[in-house]
Nanobody, 120 residues
Framework: QVQLVESGGGLVQPGGSLRLSCAASGYIFSMNDINWYRQGPGKQRELVASMTAGGSTNYADSVKGRFTISRDNAKNTAYLQMNSLKSEDTAVYYC??????????????WGQGTQVTVSS
């Protein structure tokens, strides 16, 4: 079975840093894109950062220059390095993958989420 397990969230002061991890299993990690989403209080879930299997990255404007997505295929783990954190970064952060099954179907998988709270 496919599993995505996030870790690394917590409470941090404004300007601080956190590194989130997403440990993946049950699929060919290196051949699929990996994505980080977040959902803040009263907001829709939004895409924060993504990385293709080939290593191309994309970031939401709100985090560009502060967050960095990376992946370690040998460890089947994706990371989100978050620097210069702001209160508006407070959210539950999720990793997400879409895994193709054969030609005609694909499944979407979400981790359980990890809470990031940025507050003094």
């Amino acid at each position: 079975q496919v599993q995505l397990v996030e870790s690394g969230g917590g409470l941090v002061q404004p300007g601080g840093s956190l590194r989130l991890s997403c440990a993946a299993s049950g699929y060919i990690f290196s051949m699929n894109d990996i994505n980080w989403y977040r959902q803040g209080p009263g907001k829709q879930r939004e895409l924060v950062a993504s990385m293709t299997a080939g290593g191309s990255t994309n970031y939401a404007d709100s985090v560009k220059g502060r967050f960095t997505i990376s992946r370690d295929n040998a460890k089947n783990t994706a990371y989100l390095q978050m620097n210069s954190l702001k209160s508006e970064d407070t959210a539950v952060y999720y990793c997400y993958v879409r895994v193709g099954i054969g030609i005609w179907s694909a499944h979407e998988y979400w981790g359980q989420g990890t809470q990031v709270t940025v507050s003094s």
